[in-house]
């Protein structure tokens, strides 16, 4: 049962237009969300996060929004660089027990965007 | 400041041997976490260490296990390897404690494990 989605394998866009990479979770549970860059032969990169008592954090060219009633979270990238062509990866983080250091953190596959010049 | 330093970059091993794989995370992060990543399953949790204890584990089965030395360096060992235990083998460290994520994660570039 994959619990973090992200529907789209793959996204194209022009150079200086919006980004959107979008991600899905079934886990009412999950209390902190995270983007990840990833480019080839690389470790991923930690771009943005959010905690789920929020709507929305942004970082420079970088916001992620989150729906909890939907279950569904964003990141828009504007304007898009060519740069910012890499994978993708959302995750979600749920508390396990009652302390504050134990959690279970779950990634979605991934999304590949290209971003053409 | 380096960054987080994972030895070797490439291995390849028979079915039934075991490896062990190195980081070092980055000076003064004491939290590192391990993840697996492959084509079909993605990026999955493995473990995270925390001041020389396993704080969090993910779904994994016992053959996967780490540690972690008072330099917090940290290894992990893989036992009795399978087929299926090919994947890219990720680290990163924190600042933060587990569970603070508010302070992100630094990933090294990875172990590529291949099993024939």
């Known amino acids: 049962d994959q619990q973090v989605k992200q529907n789209s394998p793959s996204l194209s866009v022009q150079e200086g237009r919006i980004s959107i990479l979008n991600c899905d979770y079934t886990n009412s549970m999950f209390d902190y969300f995270l983007w990840y860059k990833k480019y080839p032969a690389e470790g991923p990169t930690f771009l943005i996060s959010i905690s789920s008592i929020k709507d929305k954090n942004e970082d420079g060219r970088f916001t992620v929004f989150l729906n909890k009633s939907a279950k569904h979270l964003s990141l828009h990238i504007v304007p898009s660089q060519p740069g910012d062509s890499a994978v993708y990866f959302c995750?979600?983080?749920?508390?396990?027990?009652?302390?504050?250091?134990?959690?279970?953190?779950?990634f979605g596959k991934g999304t590949l965007l290209t971003v053409n010049p | 400041k380096a960054g987080v330093t994972q030895t070797p970059r490439y291995l390849i091993k028979t079915r039934g041997q075991q490896v062990t794989l190195s980081c070092s995370p980055i000076?003064?992060?004491?939290?590192v976490s391990w993840y697996q990543q492959t084509p079909g399953q993605g990026l999955q949790f493995l473990f995270e260490?925390?001041?020389?204890?396993?704080?969090n584990k993910g779904n994994f089965p016992g053959r996967f296990s780490g540690r972690q030395f008072s330099n917090s360096r940290s290894e992990m060992n893989v036992s009795t390897l399978e087929l299926g235990d090919s994947a890219l083998y990720l680290c990163?460290?924190?600042?933060?404690?587990?569970?603070?994520?508010?302070?992100?994660?630094?990933f090294g570039d990875g172990t590529r494990l291949s099993i024939l």
């Open positions: 000076s003064g992060h004491r939290s």
């Open positions: 260490y925390f001041s020389e204890t396993q704080r």
């Open positions: 995750a979600a983080s749920e508390r396990m027990g009652s302390g504050g250091s134990n959690y279970k953190l779950t």
């Open positions: 990163a460290s924190s600042l933060g404690e587990p569970g603070q994520f508010n302070q992100p994660q630094h």
